[in-house]
Protein backbone atom coordinates (compact mmCIF):
# COMPACT_ATOMS: atom_id res chain seq x y z
CA UNK A 1 0.00 0.00 0.00
CA UNK A 2 2.77 2.60 1.05
CA UNK A 3 4.39 1.70 -2.90
CA UNK A 4 1.32 2.70 -4.38
CA UNK A 5 1.57 6.11 -2.89
CA UNK A 6 4.77 6.78 -3.19
CA UNK A 7 4.56 5.53 -7.41
CA UNK A 8 1.44 7.60 -7.43
CA UNK A 9 3.29 10.85 -5.50
CA UNK A 10 6.55 10.29 -8.05
CA UNK A 11 4.25 9.68 -11.01
CA UNK A 12 2.20 13.44 -10.00
CA UNK A 13 5.79 15.53 -9.80
CA UNK A 14 6.62 13.40 -13.41
CA UNK A 15 3.69 15.10 -15.10
CA UNK A 16 3.96 18.24 -13.12
CA UNK A 17 7.42 18.68 -14.22
CA UNK A 18 6.57 17.77 -18.04
CA UNK A 19 3.98 20.22 -17.97
CA UNK A 20 6.47 23.18 -16.74
CA UNK A 21 8.86 22.33 -19.51
CA UNK A 22 6.00 22.53 -21.92
CA UNK A 23 5.04 25.61 -21.17
CA UNK A 24 8.40 26.77 -21.17
CA UNK A 25 9.10 29.47 -24.19
CA UNK A 26 10.56 28.32 -27.43
CA UNK A 27 14.06 30.74 -28.48
CA UNK A 28 12.69 32.65 -31.45
CA UNK A 29 14.54 30.93 -34.75
CA UNK A 30 12.98 32.33 -37.46
CA UNK A 31 11.04 29.32 -39.86
CA UNK A 32 10.32 29.64 -43.45
CA UNK A 33 6.61 30.49 -44.08
CA UNK A 34 6.58 28.28 -46.76
CA UNK A 35 6.20 25.26 -44.91
CA UNK A 36 3.08 23.08 -45.08
CA UNK A 37 2.85 22.28 -41.14
CA UNK A 38 4.04 24.93 -38.48
CA UNK A 39 4.29 22.75 -35.28
CA UNK A 40 6.21 24.89 -32.38
CA UNK A 41 8.22 23.37 -29.44
CA UNK A 42 5.36 23.02 -27.01
CA UNK A 43 3.60 19.77 -29.35
CA UNK A 44 6.77 18.00 -29.79
CA UNK A 45 7.94 18.80 -25.94
CA UNK A 46 5.20 16.85 -24.40
CA UNK A 47 6.01 13.75 -25.74
CA UNK A 48 9.83 13.91 -25.48
CA UNK A 49 9.58 15.31 -22.08
CA UNK A 50 7.21 12.31 -20.57
CA UNK A 51 8.95 10.01 -22.17
CA UNK A 52 12.25 10.88 -21.36
CA UNK A 53 11.60 11.54 -17.51
CA UNK A 54 9.58 7.88 -17.61
CA UNK A 55 12.95 6.71 -18.74
CA UNK A 56 15.14 8.81 -15.49
CA UNK A 57 12.60 7.30 -12.90
CA UNK A 58 13.33 3.77 -14.35
CA UNK A 59 14.89 2.28 -11.14
CA UNK A 60 11.78 4.04 -9.17
CA UNK A 61 9.72 2.65 -11.04
CA UNK A 62 11.42 -0.97 -11.08
CA UNK A 63 12.19 -0.63 -7.20
CA UNK A 64 8.16 -0.15 -6.67
CA UNK A 65 7.14 -2.89 -9.08
CA UNK A 66 9.55 -5.10 -7.23
CA UNK A 67 8.12 -3.98 -3.81
CA UNK A 68 12.39 -2.71 -2.81
CA UNK A 69 12.93 -1.89 1.13
CA UNK A 70 15.17 0.78 0.75
CA UNK A 71 12.75 2.05 -2.09
CA UNK A 72 12.72 5.81 -0.46
CA UNK A 73 16.82 5.53 -0.70
CA UNK A 74 16.74 4.51 -4.61
CA UNK A 75 14.25 7.49 -4.92
CA UNK A 76 16.20 10.00 -3.41
CA UNK A 77 19.11 8.86 -5.20
CA UNK A 78 17.47 8.82 -8.28
CA UNK A 79 16.38 12.49 -7.71
CA UNK A 80 19.05 14.21 -6.71
CA UNK A 81 22.22 12.14 -8.28
CA UNK A 82 20.39 10.71 -11.26
CA UNK A 83 21.20 13.35 -13.57
CA UNK A 84 24.72 12.16 -13.74
CA UNK A 85 25.13 8.71 -15.42
CA UNK A 86 26.48 7.27 -12.52
CA UNK A 87 24.02 8.12 -10.05
CA UNK A 88 21.52 6.83 -12.27
CA UNK A 89 23.45 3.44 -13.48
CA UNK A 90 23.81 3.30 -9.26
CA UNK A 91 19.94 3.44 -8.35
CA UNK A 92 19.40 1.66 -11.16
CA UNK A 93 21.21 -1.76 -10.17
CA UNK A 94 20.15 -0.83 -6.37
CA UNK A 95 16.62 -1.47 -7.38
CA UNK A 96 17.47 -4.31 -9.43
CA UNK A 97 19.16 -6.17 -6.87
CA UNK A 98 18.03 -4.70 -3.40
CA UNK A 99 16.01 -6.85 -0.84
CA UNK A 100 12.49 -7.14 -1.49
CA UNK A 101 9.27 -7.17 0.62
CA UNK A 102 7.21 -10.27 1.21
CA UNK A 103 3.75 -9.39 -0.51
Request: with cysteine; charged share 10%.
Amino acid sequence: MKTKYILLITLFVVVLFSLYLVSCTPPGVPTPHDWSWDISFPYWGLPFSIFGLAFYFVPTIIAAIRRSKSILGIILLNIFAGWTFIGWVIALVWSLVGETTKK
